[in-house]
C-alpha cells in the first residue's frame, strides 16, 4: 500500500473518529435533555396531585393561594437563575495603516534586494511568493522593515505596537463613548511579541485604566488567536457581572523578520501584513440595545498534543543562527484536519436538526453499511449567513470553501480583505467583517461566523448574532474609501 493511501486511511480514520465521537456527545445531550424534560412533567403531576389534595380535603381558599404563591416564586426563581448571561459585542474597529506605511511589491523586492543576507534565489522564491499570495500592491509593512537593513530591536517592536494599538482603542473607545477606566477586563493577543513589562501593561499605563482591572496577554497563539480571546472574554464575563471586556489582536511584523535564506522561514516576510482590531464585548443588560452583536456560540478544539501538529509550525533558529517561523509542508493538512475537527463539533450545536439526521445517516451508512458511501457535507448556509475564514492564501481560502459548500459571495470577504490588506494574522477576521458592514449585507437577525486558524495546531470559532441594523459604515473604517472598489476579479 503507497504511503499516500496510508495517509488518506489516517485522515479519514481521525475524521471518521472525531465524527462518531462528535455524534455520540449530541445522543448524549439530547438524553440529558430528555431526562431534564422528563422530570420537569413529573413534577407538573406532583403539582396537580398536591392541588387535587387540597381540594378533596377541602382547605380554605386561602391555603391554595398561599400554595399557589409559593409555588410561583420558586418558577420564577428558578427562571432568573438559570438564564444564561449573554454576552454583546458593542462595536469594533479596525487599524488603517497610514499611507507611507503602503509597500507595493516592486519596493520591496528592491529594498530587500540590497540587504545582503538574501541570495538571487531567495529573491526570486519572494517574488514568486508575493506574485501569488493574492495580495494586491496596497498592503503595509512597518516603518522598522522599510529601512536598509530592516531595524529588529526592542525599541522599534515598542514603537510598532504603540503605532498599531493606540489608534484602534482610542478610535473603538470614541465609537462607544466610554472612558478607558471604564474598561473591567483587557485581553491582548500578540503571537511573535511578549515584553516586559508586557504589552497589557503599556495599555494600562498608556490610559491610566483602573487599578482592579483584570489584563492578560496571549502569545504564540498565531492566527487563532483573536477568536479564543472572544472565547475567553465571554468566560471571564460569565463570572463577573455588569462588566466591559476590551479584546484587541495585532501581530508585530518587526519581530517576525527573517533575514536568512531558508525557504520555509522565507514566507512570512511576504505573507503577513499590518493590522490590528479591538473589540469592546460587555454583559450589561442596558447594552443590548446600542450592541451590535451577541455572542450565540464558541468552540475551541486544539492538536498540540499530536507531535506533527505540534511540529507544523515552529519559531527557530536557521543553520546560521538566524531566528525565523518555520512553516512545514504538512502544516495545510494538519491545519485542515484541525479546522474539520472544530467545524464538527460547532455543526452539532449550531446546525438545524434535518442538517444533522443526513449527517448521521451518511455516518452510521459509511460506518456499518456501505463503506464507499460519502459522509454528507452538512449546509452550514441553513444555520450562518455570513463567514469570515483564515485569510491564508486563496488556495486555503477555496478549498474551505469546497469543504463547506461556499460560493463566491460567502468568501468574498476572506479574497478581499487579503487583496487590500493580506494577512494581518489573527485580526485579519474583523476586516472581513468590517468588509460585510461597509457593503451593509449584515442584517438583523443574521448570523456571522469567525474561523480562526494557527499553529500548535489551534482552531477557534466564534458565532456572532446581529442584533439591530448596521448601516453607514462604508465612510469610515478600513474599507472608508475603497470599498467601492471591491470585489476586484481574479483576487
Known amino acids: 500500500m503507497t504511503d499516500h493511501a496510508l495517509l488518506l486511511m489516517s485522515i479519514y480514520y481521525h475524521w471518521h473518529t472525531s465524527l462518531l465521537s462528535s455524534f455520540g456527545n449530541m445522543l448524549s445531550d439530547h438524553l440529558y435533555s430528555t431526562l431534564y424534560e422528563t422530570l420537569k412533567f413529573l413534577i407538573l403531576i406532583l403539582v396537580i396531585a398536591i392541588e387535587a389534595f387540597l381540594i378533596h380535603q377541602r382547605f380554605k381558599p386561602i391555603c391554595h393561594f398561599f400554595y399557589f404563591t409559593c409555588l410561583a416564586i420558586i418558577l420564577l426563581l428558578q427562571f432568573y437563575l438559570s438564564k444564561p448571561s449573554v454576552t454583546y459585542l458593542v462595536d469594533f474597529s479596525c487599524y488603517k495603516p497610514p499611507c507611507f506605511c503602503r509597500v507595493p511589491f516592486s519596493s520591496f523586492l528592491e529594498n530587500s534586494s540590497l540587504v545582503e543576507t538574501f541570495d538571487s534565489e531567495s529573491m526570486a522564491f519572494m517574488s514568486k511568493v508575493l506574485t501569488c499570495s493574492g495580495q494586491s500592491e496596497e498592503t503595509y509593512l512597518p516603518p522598522a522593515l522599510q529601512y536598509i537593513p530592516p531595524k529588529t530591536n526592542q525599541q522599534e517592536f515598542i514603537k510598532e505596537a504603540q503605532m498599531v494599538l493606540f489608534p484602534v482603542i482610542e478610535n473603538l473607545l470614541s465609537k462607544v463613548q466610554i472612558s478607558p477606566q471604564d474598561i473591567d477586563i483587557l485581553i491582548i493577543n500578540c503571537s511573535g511579541f511578549c515584553p ?65 535564506n531558508e525557504k520555509p522561514k522565507l514566507l512570512l516576510n511576504c505573507l503577513f501584513r499590518m493590522g490590528s482590531a479591538a473589540v469592546l464585548l460587555t454583559n450589561k443588560k442596558q447594552a443590548k440595545r446600542s450592541s451590535k452583536y451577541k455572542v450565540v456560540r464558541t468552540v475551541r478544539t486544539n492538536k498540540a498534543f499530536d507531535d506533527k501538529a505540534y511540529n507544523s509550525g515552529m519559531r527557530e533558529e536557521d543553520s546560521n543562527g538566524k531566528l525565523g517561523v518555520t512553516l512545514n509542508r504538512d502544516l495545510l493538512q494538519i491545519a485542515g484536519e484541525t479546522l474539520r475537527a472544530n467545524i464538527t463539533i460547532l455543526g452539532f450545536k449550531i446546525l438545524p436538526f434535518r442538517e444533522l439526521f443526513w449527517l448521521g445517516v451518511s455516518v452510521i451508512k459509511k460506518g456499518f453499511i456501505k463503506n464507499s458511501c460519502d459522509i454528507y457535507v452538512p449546509n452550514f448556509k441553513a444555520a450562518v449567513q455570513h463567514f469570515c475564514l483564515p485569510v491564508s492564501g486563496r488556495p486555503v481560502i477555496r478549498e474551505i470553501a469546497k469543504n463547506l459548500k461556499l460560493g463566491e459571495r460567502d468568501i468574498e470577504a476572506a479574497l478581499m480583505t487579503l487583496h487590500r490588506f493580506g494577512n494581518q494574522s489573527s485580526s485579519s ?63
Open 429 to 491: 477576521l474583523w476586516y472581513e467583517l468590517a468588509y460585510m458592514e461597509a457593503k451593509e449585507r449584515v442584517k438583523k437577525g443574521d448570523k456571522v461566523w469567525l474561523i480562526g486558524a494557527g499553529t500548535g495546531s489551534k482552531c477557534g470559532s466564534v458565532v456572532l448574532q446581529c442584533l439591530r441594523p448596521i448601516v453607514g459604515e462604508s465612510n469610515k473604517g478600513p474599507w472608508a474609501g475603497c470599498v467601492e472598489e471591491y470585489p476586484v476579479m481574479n483576487s
Open 196 to 260: 516586559s513589562p508586557s504589552l497589557s501593561s503599556i495599555i494600562i499605563n498608556k490610559y491610566s485604566m483602573k487599578s482592579d482591572i483584570k489584563n492578560f496577554n496571549l502569545s504564540g497563539m498565531g492566527c487563532s488567536a483573536s477568536a479564543l480571546a472572544i472565547d475567553m472574554a465571554q468566560a471571564l464575563l460569565k463570572t463577573q457581572k455588569d462588566s466591559d471586556a476590551l479584546v484587541l489582536s495585532t501581530e508585530i511584523l518587526s519581530t517576525g523578520w527573517y533575514s536568512g
